[in-house]
């Protein structure tokens, strides 16, 4: 079964940086699919940054794309998010999710979701 768990969020000043982490307890971080969405308040849910698999492709919205980083962790068995330059406007609930390898859709749909984590950048 599985359950995702996003882990990191805080508040940060703007500029600061942060990295949320995304844990699997069926232990399917090696093999799944991650991505990471975020969700501000009155906003749609965004989708914010992806890897596969195998950890050989990843995507970033253009939003983030070079302030963000997703990375797998084999050691902790973790996806992570690292979050860079953060501006007022990434603030968000941030969430994880992943699928099996071989899901249509990808890089922004996915089966599995966990529990959303807080990230507030201010001054």
């Known amino acids: 079964q599985v359950q995702l768990v996003a882990s990191g969020g805080r508040s940060v000043r703007p500029g600061g940086s942060l990295t949320l982490s995304c844990a699997d307890s069926?232990?399917?971080?090696?093999?799944?699919?991650f991505g990471w969405f975020r969700q501000a308040p009155g906003k749609e849910r965004e989708c914010v940054s992806a890897i596969t698999w195998n950890g050989t492709t990843t995507w970033y919205a253009d939003s983030v794309k070079g302030r963000f980083t997703i990375f797998r962790d084999t050691t902790k068995n973790t996806v992570n998010l690292h979050l860079n330059r953060l501006k007022p406007t990434d603030t968000a609930v941030y969430f994880c999710?992943?699928?099996?390898?071989?899901?249509?859709?990808?890089?922004?749909?996915?089966?599995?979701w966990g529990q959303g984590t807080q990230v507030t950048v201010s001054s």
């Open positions: 069926g232990l399917l971080v090696s093999s799944n699919s």
């Open positions: 999710a992943s699928s099996p390898p071989g899901r249509v859709g990808w890089p922004c749909s996915y089966d599995y």
